[in-house]
């Protein structure tokens, strides 16, 4: 898995075509980690772009992919 620096922000667009309805959803988030001792569970980027995406799809949207800025990296294909 790709290594993100610490507040990386990741966007997606998903859209939405039903018969007479058309529409989009944009969404993006970033994760900032602060040390701590002893050492917190680490928060995966992966796990919440796959939970958003399942989400927007159970509302009829098609699957959320999430790209992150430093190499143009897809999040979750």
């Given at each position: 898995?790709?290594?993100?620096?610490?507040?990386?922000?990741?966007?997606?667009?998903?859209?939405?075509?039903?018969?007479?309805?058309?529409?989009?959803?944009?969404?993006?988030?970033?994760?900032?980690?602060?040390?701590?001792?002893?050492?917190?569970?680490?928060?995966?980027?992966?796990?919440?772009?796959?939970?958003?995406?399942?989400?927007i799809q159970a509302a009829g949207y098609r699957r959320a992919v999430f790209s992150g800025p430093q190499v143009e990296?897809?999040?979750?294909?």
């Amino acid at each position: 898995m790709a290594v993100f620096t610490d507040g990386t922000t990741f966007r997606s667009t998903a859209d939405f075509d039903s018969v007479g309805e058309r529409g989009y959803v944009q969404i993006s988030f970033s994760i900032a980690h602060t040390p701590l001792y002893p050492v917190p569970p680490e928060v995966n980027p992966v796990d919440i772009a796959n939970a958003i995406s399942a989400v927007i799809q159970a509302a009829g949207y098609r699957r959320a992919v999430f790209s992150g800025p430093q190499v143009e990296a897809v999040l979750n294909p």
